[in-house]
């Protein structure tokens, strides 16, 4: 982890989830995202050694990997962490996230994996946004997520996009609705700031390339999927096949993230009449439609 001024009240822990730190007007500490379980004792390293307290944590979404300091840090400053509705009843029971990426009650690798600190204390952003903040939703990624301005125009944009480096090496990463997040990619063309941030990747001045990079990524999957599906395929087929392009090896829990990102991005094709869906011999199939 490194501590890095990014702005006259905002600084930023470079880590393999980006943290911010940002101090309001009445210089409030405010926390944006804590990474993944146990990086809230690093985090905490840091804030000793600088003399702050933090006031608050902002989550622009409760992945286990934005949330995962979020315990610690609560319980040691008796603070509060905020995030959407949408997205808290997900931090609040431990077993939905696991379960809406595996499609069913899951194994107990995957609960423990997707674990969540449950009921710790979060508040509704939507009912009580702290001050010197502002935030505007970016779905796709996950249900609820958010983007966060702080007072010196510097936007962190969670997941909404990745870093080219990252792309490369996640170039068939998590998607919960592909159509919403084609949007929410062309939406951030439009934003103004000084800085923006993914959680994923380096701060830069200027996104317009990045997000290109992003969006001809998304439908570089979608023409890997409709040429797969030259000939009706099965779910697990498709993904098999997705593996092999690409070049991955399957595990447990990128099988789960991975087979519900296969899904979502074969409802955006079916949706886009792109590819036709049907029952043969008793098992889902979808094919590429030929006009």
């Given at each position: 982890m490194e501590l890095k001024q990014i702005g006259s009240r905002t600084f930023c822990i470079e880590h393999e989830t980006n943290i911010g730190i940002h101090f309001t007007a009445d210089d409030k500490v405010y926390l944006i995202d804590t990474g993944s379980k146990g990086d809230g004792e690093k985090i905490d390293e840091i804030l000793e050694?600088?003399?702050?307290?933090?006031?608050?944590?902002?989550?622009?979404?409760t992945h286990i990997d934005h949330l995962g300091g979020n315990e610690y840090l609560m319980k040691k400053y008796g603070i509060p962490a905020y995030c959407t509705d949408y997205d808290m009843v997900f931090a609040h029971y431990s077993e939905l996230e696991a379960a809406y990426m595996n499609g069913g009650y899951p194994a107990a690798k995957l609960r423990k994996?997707?674990?969540?600190?449950?009921?710790?204390?979060?508040?509704?952003?939507?009912?009580?946004?702290?001050?010197?903040?502002?935030?505007?939703?970016?779905?796709?990624?996950?249900?609820?997520?958010?983007?966060?301005?702080?007072?010196?125009?510097?936007?962190?944009?969670?997941?909404?996009?990745?870093?080219?480096?990252?792309l490369v090496q996640y170039?068939?990463?998590?998607?919960?609705?592909?159509?919403?997040?084609?949007?929410?990619?062309?939406?951030?063309?439009?934003?103004?700031?000084?800085?923006f941030v993914p959680s994923h990747g380096i701060v830069e001045k200027d996104i317009a390339g990045t997000l290109e990079v992003n969006q001809n990524s998304v439908y570089k999957i979608c023409d890997m999927l409709c040429e797969v599906c030259r000939e009706f395929r099965g779910q697990d087929e498709i993904l098999q096949q997705?593996?092999?392009?690409?070049?991955?090896?399957?595990?447990?829990?990128?099988?789960?993230?991975?087979?519900?990102?296969v899904?979502?991005?074969?409802?955006?094709?079916?949706d886009s009449d792109k590819l036709e869906c049907r029952f043969v011999d008793n098992i889902m199939k979808w094919r590429t439609k030929v006009y």
């Open positions: 050694q600088q003399g702050w307290t933090p006031s608050c944590i902002i989550n622009t979404h994996i997707f674990a969540h600190p449950g009921m710790i204390g979060f508040r509704s952003i939507e009912k009580e946004t702290p001050e010197d903040i502002e935030w505007t939703y970016l779905p796709g990624h996950s249900f609820g997520m958010i983007g966060i301005r702080t007072s010196d125009d510097i936007w962190f944009l969670g997941d909404s996009y990745l870093s080219k480096s990252f170039p068939f990463g998590f998607i919960y609705n592909v159509g919403a997040y084609l949007e929410t990619l062309e939406r951030l063309k439009d934003f103004k700031g000084r800085l997705m593996y092999e392009r690409l070049r991955m090896h399957a595990r447990p829990a990128q099988q789960a993230l991975l087979s519900s990102t899904k979502s991005y074969l409802t955006y094709l079916q």
